[in-house]
């Protein structure tokens, strides 16, 4: 039977991903090189169906040949392109390393797919839509992205990777997906992540002061991560659109709202103390969903209040032994 690739299979959605093709009964193969992903959210998959765990950077220039030579005979039938640092912290850390992986990264999988034939789902992002003047963001809203701030290594990054799917699709015939995935949270994000659902989380359960970054005020809207894993899915077999389409939850809180949201869920008494807002931080975020709803009947079922119960826990055993800062 044919591989299921999952480049970034090792980091919190891809982990995620993994599990549930496995479930599927599906042979799955993870690329990752573990710059904000780690093997041990893997590890356990090894022996439990037909997975394979590659150390592999998607901008090596052998990149193709090692994850065809992991497939072997096999071959490859489908790719979830999810490598990419997603946390505003760490694509911030090595900005060029990430715009690279946006770019070059994603050129040598979209060879890989036209080598293989094997039909390639691009895990785009919100952010391309950038601080957006259209409220909620409909796929025909063309953005307003900053292209100089600390930000567009991984805005614009997604903005070509999506080109290059596009161009990729006209030039090489190669079978695209693309989807636009809004703020998504869960079991399996590092602790030391630094998105802000991770972060309220672990200052919560260790009774440490919630950051609330700026006022508070601006809002996203959160999507628990089994409900993209479903999205994801849907996108990748249904065969009317090669997209891009919004995969969200349009339920919209304030940060403000979001951390007694948290402090509720863990029975935390932290308190919330105010830091700068960081340059380019989008005001508002909503996604309309109309388009995967028609395509593949995406409507997430998780409310943000069941989504944190469950996320809550896994931290609750997570969180316990590691140092967490801040
Ligand atoms: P993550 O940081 O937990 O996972 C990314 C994974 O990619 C990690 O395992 C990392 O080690 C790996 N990786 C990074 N660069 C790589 C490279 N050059 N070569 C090989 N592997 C590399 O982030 P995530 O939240 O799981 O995000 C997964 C994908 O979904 C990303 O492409 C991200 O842009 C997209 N996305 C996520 C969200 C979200 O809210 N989580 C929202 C929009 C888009
Ligand atoms: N944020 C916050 N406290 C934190 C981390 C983030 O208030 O500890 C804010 C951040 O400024 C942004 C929102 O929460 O307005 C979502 O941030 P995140 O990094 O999770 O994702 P983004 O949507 O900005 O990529």
Known sequence: MSYVLVTGGAGFIGANLCRELLKRGESVICADNYCTGSYANVSALSGKGDFKAVE?????????????AAAGTRGIK?????????????????????????????????KLARDTGARVLLASTSEVYGDPLEHPQKESYRGNVNPDGPRACYDEGKRIAETLFFDAKRKWNVDIRVVRIFNTYGP?????????VSNFINQALKGKPLTIYGDGLQTRSFM?????????????EQTVSSGPVNLGN????????AAEMVKMVT???SEL????????????RRPDI??????????????????LKKTCGYFHNSAMDIDFQP
Not at 56 to 68: M, N, Q, S, V
Not at 252 to 257: K, S
Not at 297 to 307: A, Q
Request: proline fraction near 8%; aromatic fraction near 10%.
């Open 273 to 284: 103390v105010f830091e700068p807002l960081p340059k380019d931080d989008p005001t508002r």
């Open 78 to 110: 489908r790719i979830y392109h999810l490598a990419c640092p997603a946390s505003p912290v760490h694509y911030q850390k090595d900005p060029i390393m990430t715009a690279r992986t946006c770019f070059e990264g994603s050129l040598n999988v979209l």
């Open 224 to 236: 628990y991560v089994d409900d993209l894993i479903r999205g994801l899915l849907g996108m990748m």
């Open 250 to 257: 349009p339920e919209e809180h304030t940060m403000l709202e």
């Open 188 to 196: 399996f994000m590092a602790v030391s992540d630094g998105r802000v």
């Open 290 to 307: 109309t388009l995967a709803r028609e395509l593949f009947g995406f409507s997430p079922s998780t409310s943000f209040f069941e989504g």
């Open 56 to 68: 592999a950077d998607i901008t090596d220039p052998a990149f193709e040949r090692i994850a065809a």
């Open 267 to 269: 029975g935390s008494a």
